[in-house]
């Protein structure tokens, strides 16, 4: 069972490091250097995001049902599939199903990215969260992750509508706020799903039974 308090410290942690990056940005007289800050931060700002959402899919998706852990591979196998030998389970010998299935999910999400609003979306609905109360933050979230990777990519290069050349995209101080505002209400639009999956009767019963086992 995943700790919420630690990863959500971190998180606040993850987020206040960003401040300080954004204020500099908005005192700078060097608009170059200032526009480089900000598009650092964008970065750093996708990668939290992505992190948030790997935790929460640890988090949860060994407790879902059958449909929204299919597509997930056990662990030790890089693809999912509805046949697997006794092979691959013998590498599992001494573990419980609830230890497996959990394993397999760090794998899984070990190996994911997300770099689209529609991934986000897949991932909620496997959770079996209610998309219309996240759905709110994804155009913001979605231009965020659309310029994060133009400056990843393209190192934020376009080319001009009219000609040939290439120029830097402009970005300032209200864009990048707007964007972080955004992420942060589409993460704590998570905290009481996560809270409440965490916290069920089931879970709860489990954490007493695994406790009372000594594991």
Known sequence: MLELRPWHERM????????PLIRLASE?????????????????????????IRT??????????????????????????????????AKHRGKT?????????????GRATFS????FEAVLKRLRCKIEDHSEWFPALGEMMARRHDIVHRADWVKSPDSDSYKLQPIDVPQVERWLDAAQKFMGSMWEPLYTKQNSPDALERRIIA?????
């Open 97 to 109: 199903v609830n230890e497996v299935l959990a394993e397999s999910v760090r794998e899984e999400m």
């Open 28 to 52: 700078l007289e060097d608009r170059d250097v200032a526009a480089d800050i900000l598009r650092s931060v964008v970065v750093l700002q996708h990668a939290y995001l992505e992190e948030f």
């Open 116 to 119: 689209k609003v529609g991934q």
């Open 211 to 215: 406790r009372w086992q000594g594991k």
């Open 12 to 19: 606040v942690e993850n987020f206040q490091r960003l401040l």
């Open 56 to 89: 929460v899919v640890v988090a949860l998706l060994p407790l879902a049902d059958s449909e929204s852990l299919s597509g997930t591979p056990l662990a030790d196998m890089e693809k999912p599939s509805d046949k697997f030998s006794l092979g691959h389970l």
